[in-house]
Each structure stands twice: as C-alpha cells, then as structure tokens.
C-alpha cells in the first residue's frame, strides 16, 4: 500500500512515479475521494457528539418527569444519519482501497527507466563462460541420459511442468539446498527455519501476492494457499507486530518447496526443468531499519552472488528497468547463470528491496526513536535450487556426458566427483 499523506502532499510527483511502469495518473481522483471520505468522518465525529448530548438531555428529561418525545424523535433521526455517514465513510475507504492495492510498489530513483528485459544494465559479471571443443548438451538431455531426471514418470502422475530426480542427481540437488543453507547461516547470519507450505489470505496479501497474482498461486479447497516461495512465511512472521529497535535487523533463510501455476506461461520452457509448478528454493529475508535497507540489499545479494562463487559458476548481476521491476519492488538485481547448452544467461535469484510496501501492506512496524514507524522489508533467493543445478549440469559437462561434481559439494555427495 501506499501512504496517503505522501500522495496528498504531491499528487503529481506520485502520478510521475507510477508513471515509470506505465501506470495512468489516479492521484487526484483518489484526493478527492480521501477529502469526501474525511468530510464524512468530519461530520461524523460531530453527529456522536450531539448524539450523547441528546441522550443526556432526554436522561435528564425523564428524571424530572417532562416529554422527551422531540428529543427522542431527534436521537432517532441523528441514528440513522450517523449510520448514513459511517457507511459513507467506509463505502469510500473501500474504494480507496482497492486502488490502491492495485498499484505497485514506486521505483527507487536508482532503477533505470526501461520497457522490458532488454533494457536491464548488466552490473557486472563474474567467471568466465566456459568454451566446449563439443556442442554442450541441455541439462534434460544430460539427466535423461543419465537415467537421473525422469519426466514422464512425473507426468504421469502429476501432469505436465513435474519432475522427477533419481539418484546421484536427486542426492545432488539435496547437496545443493544443504551447501547454501550452510552458506548463508554461517556466513551471513541468517537464521535457519522451517516454514509452513500453507498460508493464509493475510499473509499472501501482506507480501503483494494478492490479490495480483492469485491466478498464479495454487489455492486449496480449505481456503489456503501453497507457498509461491519462501518469502511469503518467513515476511510475514513480523506482520501485525511492533518490533523493539533491539530487534532489527532480522535475517531469516529456508528450504523449501514452491508452488507456482505459471498461468500464462504456455509454450515457454516447455522442455526440462527451467518452468516448474514445483520447484525448491532457498529463500533469504531480510526485516530492517529503514535507513538500512539499501545497504542491506547489497548485502544480501552478494549472499547470493557468493555461493555462485564457491560453485564455479559464471553469472552476471542485473538491475532491473522499471519495466521489469516487480510488482512489490521498489529495486531489484536478478542474479543471471550461464547456460551453455541454451548458450543463454537465465535467472537464478531475483534480490529485491519493497522498502515500506510490504511493511504497510501487513502493519509490520518498530518502536523508532521518533515512533512507531514501518519496517523495511527485502527478499532474494539464494538460490533457486533446480536452476543453479541446471547451470551446473550444463558447464560442468563432459563430451561423453558426464557431470564433474564442483569440490564444495562433494563433501555432500559423499566424495563423489562425477556423475555417470
């Protein structure tokens, strides 16, 4: 959400902002709803107060036995224009609201105008891409080969956009989710959790999921929603409090499994592992002052940036255009991993800042020195699993297509160093 005091201080600066990502000004119409719903509570305010002078009135009346029938006639009338005015008042918070739950989060002034991917600056790029004396095979040729990654098994039980791992490549991913957690709790002081997979309405709401992206959540028939990522439980474990000051910053990381539909997405990635409905990710979150928040996104990107390191990996490190930016991002660096079998860059970590949004969204606050104020909130995957072990298959092959397994990871792999 946003915060109507900015909006009704400069109307035109917040029209400018949202302008960024293509969105039509809505500034002045909400004003103006703002000020009739203020004129409503205004009015209000002073109908309650000369309803509890009447019903002191029509007391006393009573009490020295005269006819209370005027004033009660009164009290009768200023009832139903007190319930008139309350639902005035509420029928235009409603409709405030609903804008405003549409609109998304305003860019920092960092991020760079854009239209779409095409136009994200690339940062900087570590490791260099890999040259084969062969042509490099995709990842689902190389699990398939290797009798390690079994689609239509899956789809036969679970229909389309599944996978199943088998062996050394289901050990390998295990090896991978293990190998991050290790690095970022160790590391960067990130506290381990186990989430829930099923959330409620209010927490899907809190981090900007709803009501935007419902259609590309799962919804159970008991009125949860399986988890679109991890950064849905572990943001929404300060919601509705007031933290001490003491308290910040929270580094919260979990292992878990995703839920996404991917309505929409028909004909793209069809083959192999890259668009699952399913899928595991090592999520990271960070809760913090505000004033911290910009240091606290390097910080947690250059978490994500260094497990790629340790693995070997080339990547790059994007910001994304205001074009591209998410829906509750205020900023965002997506972490890109070469593919050689694609001979593309593909993302495995999108590191974003929503600032206050998420904050005002779920009534996440901190007792500040000035008061009580909003958090700021920033969430970044550390790594998606399945897509960093894509990059891994597909740099790390040979041309009889086996997988050299990179030294971090063979402590958990029990010693081994290939596979096939």
């Not at 949004?357 to 606050?365: E, G, V, Y």
Request: aromatic share 6%; proline share 5%.
């Amino acid at each position: 959400m946003h915060d109507l005091k900015i909006l009704r201080a400069d109307p035109d600066a917040f029209d400018a902002a949202l302008s960024r990502r293509g969105i039509a000004p809505v500034a002045q119409s909400l004003v103006q709803e703002d000020e009739m719903r203020r004129a409503a509570l205004a009015e209000l305010q002073k109908a309650q107060s000369e309803r509890k002078i009447i019903a002191r009135d029509i007391g006393q009346a009573k009490r020295q036995g005269q006819d209370s029938a005027e004033l009660e006639a009164k009290a009768i009338a200023l009832r139903d224009h007190i319930a008139t005015l309350e639902a005035r008042a509420n029928t235009l918070q409603e409709a405030i609201d609903n804008v405003l739950k549409t609109l998304p989060n305003r860019l920092d002034d960092s991020v760079p105008d854009g239209r779409d991917e095409s136009e994200n600056l690339v940062i900087h790029q570590k490791g260099e891409v890999p040259k084969f004396t062969f042509t490099p095979k995709q990842h689902f040729e190389l699990g398939e080969a290797l009798g390690t990654m079994d689609f239509p098994t899956a789809t036969k039980i679970s229909g389309a956009r599944f996978v199943m791992l088998r062996g050394a490549l289901a050990r390998l991913e295990r090896a991978l989710g293990q190998f991050m957690l290790d690095t970022h709790t160790q590391d960067f002081g990130y506290e381990e959790t186990t989430v829930p997979l099923l959330v409620n309405d209010a927490a899907m709401y809190g981090t900007d999921k709803l009501p935007k992206f419902a259609e590309d959540s799962f919804h159970t028939e008991d009125g949860r929603w399986l988890i679109p990522t991890g950064e849905v439980p572990l943001t929404a474990t300060v919601m509705g409090e007031m933290l001490s000051a003491n308290m910040l910053p929270k580094r919260l990381t979990t292992l878990s499994s995703c839920f996404r539909s991917e309505a929409g997405s028909a004909g793209r990635d069809v083959r192999g592992m890259l668009r699952q409905h399913q899928f595991t990710k090592c999520e990271l979150v960070s809760i913090v002052k505000p004033e911290e928040s910009e240091a606290e996104h390097e910080r947690m990107t250059r978490a994500a940036e260094t497990v790629l390191e340790r693995l070997g990996l080339p990547f790059r490190r994007v910001l994304l255009c205001a074009g591209d930016t998410g829906f509750g991002a205020a900023k965002t660096y997506d972490l890109e991993a070469w593919l050689p079998g694609q001979n593309a860059w593909r993302e495995v970590s999108s590191c974003s800042n929503t600032k206050d949004f998420q904050a005002r969204r779920m009534n996440a606050r901190y007792r500040a020195e000035t008061g009580p104020a909003f958090v700021h909130t920033l969430n970044g995957s550390g790594l998606a699993v399945g897509r960093v072990m894509i990059a891994l298959m597909e740099v790390y092959q040979n041309e009889e297509g086996q997988v050299t397994i990179p030294e971090p990871l063979r402590p958990y792999m029990g010693g081994l160093e290939i596979i096939g």
